[in-house]
Structure formats: structure tokens, C-alpha cells
């Protein structure tokens, strides 16, 4: 089958075209031929040569999240999954190919009306955001600022928080084009990346927010934190600007009489069952209007290396995703 790997770590040139044999799945896992598959930050990250201390080597198959039809089940693996047109989570790895595998109790059915394209571009977003917001204790009124919505995580937040009646949807972008893309999603005020509005935005932002779900973090940290109303909750999903100051903790002790909250979330701790409940539900959601996936772009898999340039060069809102000939 065709893959594409990791031959050299740095710039996009290094992802090269591979034959690899068909994966064959192990007990507890499921093999999908692959219809879609999500170009994510952490994809860029891996092939960029950043986290090469985690040990990844050269030949390595970046892609964690991919939709397909189930065509071999391992040992212990419910055989009715086969024939089945599902989603899946690869962990790391192995997603840039014809077929991989996945551990079966990620699986999630594709439900009628779904494609396999929305389904990478809402499937790891998506956990990430409802469990983000639960994590923040949100509740119906309580004003938002999503932190770097134009990303997959922060299009699922925005559309979740409008839906679950949030007072407002304030949203940090680069650009008043992008803006007017969020707005159609829920957003209710568009700030520029350091948090500053414009014109009637300006005029009636929030002066702060009782929840900030932050997927940037970076040496703006603090002046966002510290945008957060009394009682206020900060939950850090991502890093795209790497780490906050070595001394972020000193804003925490400093605004003590607001009894602001800083929290990181990842999905690490929330058990698979509800992940997948969650996957779930938000297909469902999606089936019947109530959630918008944006695929930036579908490219086919032979064009990783562009689409690894795209995401490089900051292009993208939501996902591209790549599709395998024939997917
Ligand atoms: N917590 C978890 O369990 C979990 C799971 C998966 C991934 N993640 C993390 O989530 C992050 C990726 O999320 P994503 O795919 O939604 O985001 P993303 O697309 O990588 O970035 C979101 C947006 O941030 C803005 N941005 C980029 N660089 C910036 C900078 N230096 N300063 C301010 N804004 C900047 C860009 O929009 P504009 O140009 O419009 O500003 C970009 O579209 C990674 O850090 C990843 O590790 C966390």
C-alpha cells in the first residue's frame, strides 16, 4: 500500500511517497481502508523535529485521526464492525496511508450523512472542545473568548458554546476575513490576537469573561488571563505559541482576591467510553445541522507535502484533509 513517512524531520520536503506492506491488525484492534484522513498540528509538530526526544525516527508515519470502511478485525474484536464505514484514532501515528490500524474501542460509525472528511475534521476537535468546556464548569450565560478559534478545537468550541446558550462567543483571529467566517458559526465579537476589538465589536465586547478556553498559550497568557472576570476560568488546551513566562504563576497570586482559575485539559484523562460517546454525539449533532464541520481543503495523499505547507504557512481554517486514490 502507499503511505507517506517522515524520511527527513524539518520542513514539509522531508514527508516522501512510501510503499509499506497492508498493516494486519492486532488483538483488539481494527485494520480501515482509509477514506480520509486529518492533517493535524500534532502531525506538524512530529514532522517538524520538535518532539524527536520522544523518540520518533525517521520512516515514521505521522496521521492520528482517519475514516473508512472496516475490511479485518483482531482477536477480541466484535465482528460486526466489519464492512462498517467508521471513524478512528490511530494514537500517534500511521495515519498517512491506504489502510491502518486503530485500537477498536476508538471506532465510532459514521452515521448516514456523514463523510469521511467531517468525520476527521470533527472527530479529535470535537473531544477536545466539549470536554474543554465541561472542564471549565461552563454554564448557559457565562460570557467566552475562544483563544485561536480559526483551529479545529476552537470551531467546535465556538459552535458548542453558542448552542449551549453562552451570554456571548468573543473569538481571537488573525484576520477580519477569518472573523466573518467564525461569526457564521456563533461567534459573537471578533478580537484581533492580542485581544483588541474594532469598530461595534469595540463597543460592546465584554470587559471580561467568566470561561477563555486558550489552545495558544505563549507569552500572552497572562494579559488574557487576567481578562477573565471574577470566578473566571482559564482552561489551556494547546500550546501553538509554545509555554506562558516562566513567572505566569505570579498573575494568579497577584489577581488572588478574584479567585481567578487556571486549568490545563487534555484528553488523556477522560476514559475512552465517554470519548467515544462523545464522537458519537457530535456526529449525530452534525447529521442533523447542529454543529458545522470546515474542511479547509481535501488533497489527495501524494500532496502531504503540500498540505504540511499550508499548515506551515498559517492557511488553513479547520482541517485539510487528505484523501487516499481511490478513498
Ligand atoms: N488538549 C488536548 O487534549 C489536545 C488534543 C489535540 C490537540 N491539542 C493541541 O491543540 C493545538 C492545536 O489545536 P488546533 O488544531 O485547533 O489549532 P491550530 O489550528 O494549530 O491553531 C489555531 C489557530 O491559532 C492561531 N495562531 C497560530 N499561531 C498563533 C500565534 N503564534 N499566536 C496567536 N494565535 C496563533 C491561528 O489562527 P489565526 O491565524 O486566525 O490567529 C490558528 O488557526 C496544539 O497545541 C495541540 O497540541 C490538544
Known amino acids: 500500500m502507499k503511505a507517506v513517512a517522515i524520511q527527513a524531520f524539518g520542513g514539509p520536503e522531508g514527508l516522501a511517497i512510501i510503499d509499506l506492506p497492508d498493516p494486519s491488525p492486532a488483538a483488539g484492534q481494527a485494520l480501515i481502508a482509509v477514506e480520509a484522513i486529518g492533517v493535524g498540528g500534532v502531525d506538524v509538530l512530529i514532522r517538524s ?21 472496516v475490511t479485518a478485525v483482531g482477536d477480541g474484536v466484535d465482528a ?64 467566552v ?35 466573518e467566517r467564525l461569526r457564521e458559526l456563533g461567534a459573537t465579537h471578533v478580537l484581533d490576537r492580542a485581544g483588541r476589538a474594532d469598530g461595534a465589536d469595540a463597543d460592546d465586547a465584554p470587559a471580561g469573561y467568566d470561561v ?60 475512552q467510553a465517554a470519548r467515544t460517546t462523545t464522537t458519537a454525539d457530535l456526529f449525530a449533532a452534525a447529521t442533523r445541522g447542529e454543529l458545522r464541520s470546515v474542511v479547509h481543503e481535501l488533497l489527495p495523499l501524494d500532496q502531504a507535502v503540500l498540505a504540511h505547507q499550508k499548515m506551515d504557512a498559517g492557511e488553513v481554517l479547520g482541517r485539510v484533509v487528505l484523501v487516499p486514490a481511490g478513498g
Do not use: C, K
Not at 491502518?100 to 467531517?118: C, F, I, M, Q, Y
Not at 481578562?227 to 500550546?239: E, I, K, Q
Not at 501553538?240 to 489577581?255: I, N, Q, R, W
Open 212 to 271: 477563555i478556553i486558550d489552545i495558544i498559550a505563549g507569552a500572552e497568557l497572562p494579559s488574557f488571563f487576567a481578562a477573565l472576570n471574577p470566578n473566571g476560568r482559564m482552561v489551556a488546551v494547546g500550546a501553538v505559541a509554545g509555554p506562558p513566562p516562566a513567572d505566569f504563576g505570579m498573575e494568579l497570586f497577584t489577581a488572588f482576591q478574584r479567585s481567578m482559575s487556571f486549568a490545563t485539559f487534555s484528553t488523556n484523562t477522560v476514559p
Open 80 to 143: 460486526s464492525w466489519l464492512g462498517r464505514r467508521a471513524w478512528g484514532f490511530t494514537g500517534l501515528g500511521g495515519g498517512y496511508a491506504e489502510r491502518a490500524v486503530v485500537d477498536a474501542d476508538t471506532l465510532v460509525s459514521l452515521p448516514e450523512g456523514l463523510s469521511a472528511a467531517d468525520a476527521v475534521t470533527l472527530g479529535t476537535s470535537g473531544v477536545v472542545a466539549e470536554h474543554a468546556l465541561r472542564h471549565a464548569h461552563f454554564t448557559r450565560g457565562e460570557s
Open 145 to 179: 473568548l475562544v483563544r485561536g478559534a480559526a483551529g479545529g478545537i476552537g470551531i467546535v468550541t465556538i459552535q458548542l458554546a453558542a448552542r449551549e446558550g453562552a451570554g456571548a462567543v468573543a473569538v481571537t483571529t488573525s484576520s477580519a476575513e477569518r472573523g
Open 49 to 69: 523535529g520538535a518532539v524527536a526526544a520522544y523518540g520518533f525516527q525517521a520512516g515514521h508515519v505521522p496521521g492520528s485521526e482517519i475514516a473508512g470502511t
